[in-house]
């Protein structure tokens, strides 16, 4: 018996859905290589060139903030009328620490743990929705379950056919779990979710093959901003400047015009702190702003230690 001929339009439409499953998982596995391949190659010769003042502007912000915060509360209390004595002076600078504490924190754990030659930099790129929000053994326990969930659909084992976008699937989500990317197998399974299975079989009827067809163009027009975007920031976007004598000139010319801004802002900030700090340490000295704080906070960090 002759095997039965498909309508020429359910055909095409097939053929169109197999075309978006492919570039989806090509998609997928571009995203991957962006995360864990390039971005380390980016990061290393970034740090290499602009680590050490790079951050250094990181740490000279997080003292302009403090320091604006604490000219802030000072005024507040001058202009109440308030006497500045050694434990008002505590009590700002506490309260100043605890608000920034979380920050601080953090760059002292970046710092301590950055195994770059030159210390770590800022990355400006999209930040996918949420692992990083996630408790970690949660986060464990939800990759183990969706790494099993998703290895029920895509290992090849499971595979009658010999499908090029479940392969590149499933090496994705191989790939996520190896890295730990909890963000990459939630987008892969909601994408099967959202498509019905994006790597099972397709429809045999016109109207189920068009409710697919919207919904993996859906996910393949999401994929591809989110894409976009990574590679429109930075570090991805500076690539070719990183290889650039002039680009590398102007970018630390750049990156010194910050820090002197910065610094001016601080010397403002401190301009109008001497005098406050002055009246309970008894010097007037330029440094003192700075020597103060700098000792306050090394204090409050081995106490919490």
């Avoid at 994006?198 to 901003?225: G, H, Y």
């Avoid at 690539?239 to 750049?254: D, F, K, S, Y």
Wanted: aromatic share 6%; with cysteine.
């Amino acid at each position: 018996m002759n095997a039965l001929i498909p309508h020429p339009d359910i055909y095409t439409r097939r053929q169109r859905i197999a075309a978006y499953r492919h570039e989806l998982a090509t998609l997928f596995a571009e995203r991957l290589e962006l995360n864990f391949e390039e971005l380390p190659r980016l990061r290393q010769t970034f740090a290499e060139l602009f680590g050490d003042l790079e951050r250094t502007i990181q740490e000279r912000t997080l003292e302009m903030s403090e320091r604006r915060r604490m000219v802030e509360l000072f005024s507040i209390k001058l202009d109440r009328g308030q006497r500045v004595d050694a434990r008002m002076v505590e009590l700002v600078m506490k309260a100043v620490h605890n608000e920034f504490g979380r920050v601080r924190k953090r760059m002292r754990h970046e710092m301590e743990a950055n195994d770059l030659p030159h210390g770590g930099f800022r990355i400006h790129k999209r930040r996918a929705a949420t692992a990083a929000d996630t408790p970690p053994r949660e986060a464990a326990q939800e990759l183990q379950r969706l790494y099993r969930q998703l290895a029920k659909r895509l290992h090849p084992d499971m595979q009658r056919g010999n499908d090029q976008a479940t392969a590149i699937c499933w090496e994705v989500v191989q790939q996520g779990y190896h890295h730990g990317d909890l963000a990459m197998l939630r987008t892969v399974a909601n994408v099967l979710e959202a498509t019905n299975g994006a790597c099972v079989p397709l429809a045999n009827t016109s109207e189920m093959l068009a409710a697919d067809e919207r919904q993996i163009l859906a996910a393949l027009k999401s994929e591809r901003r989110v894409v976009g975007a990574m590679k429109s920031q930075e570090p991805y976007s500076i690539r070719e400047g990183l290889a650039n004598p002039q680009w590398i000139t102007e970018r630390r010319q750049q990156m010194e015009q910050e820090l002197a801004e910065i610094e001016a802002e601080i010397a403002k900030c401190d301009r109008f702190l001497t005098p406050v700090l002055s009246a309970v340490h008894h010097t007037a000295s330029p440094e003192i702003v700075q020597t103060i704080w700098s000792n306050f906070v090394e204090a409050m960090y081995v106490n919490s230690r």
